[in-house]
C-alpha cells in the first residue's frame, strides 16, 4: 500500500519559488516530487493565488510531532543557556569572595 506524502503550504510556495531560477525537472529532482505534482500546484496558484493550498488547516501527526520537539528543544536551549549563566555568574562571585578573603 503506497503512502501519500502531505506538504505544507509553505513548502509549496518555495518550490514555486524555486521555478524563478530553475526547470521544473530540477526541482522535481532535488526534491523528489513528481514534475507533475509541480505542475499541478503551478496551476493552483496561478488560478487563485490567496487560497491556493488551503487545505482542511490540520497537519499531520508527523507535522505535530516534529513541531512539538521544536518546542521542547527550544525550551532545553533556553534553560541549558540560564544554566550557563548562572554558573558564569556564581564563578565569578567565588573569586571575587576570595580576592576579599585574601585582602583581609
Known amino acids: 500500500m503506497r503512502r501519500y506524502r502531505h506538504y505544507t503550504?509553505?513548502?509549496?510556495?518555495?518550490?514555486?519559488n524555486e521555478l524563478?531560477?530553475?526547470k521544473?525537472?530540477?526541482v522535481?529532482?532535488?526534491?523528489?516530487?513528481?514534475?507533475?505534482?509541480?505542475t499541478?500546484?503551478?496551476k493552483q496558484f496561478n488560478q487563485?493565488?490567496?487560497n491556493a493550498f488551503s487545505g482542511n488547516g490540520n497537519i499531520s501527526n508527523y507535522e505535530a510531532e516534529i513541531a512539538k520537539r521544536d518546542r521542547i528543544i527550544g525550551q532545553l536551549y533556553m534553560e541549558n543557556e540560564l544554566l550557563k549563566k548562572t554558573m558564569k555568574r556564581l564563578q565569578e562571585l567565588k573569586?571575587?569572595?576570595?580576592?576579599?578573603?585574601?585582602?583581609k
Not at 522535481?28 to 509541480?38: G, N
Open 24 to 26: 521544473v525537472i530540477e
Open 20 to 22: 524563478n531560477f530553475k
Open 9 to 16: 503550504r509553505d513548502f509549496k510556495l518555495s518550490i514555486l
Open 40 to 42: 499541478k500546484w503551478k
Open 48 to 50: 487563485n493565488p490567496t
Open 95 to 103: 573569586a571575587e569572595e576570595k580576592t576579599m578573603r585574601h585582602i
Open 28 to 38: 522535481a529532482r532535488e526534491h523528489d516530487i513528481h514534475p507533475v505534482m509541480i
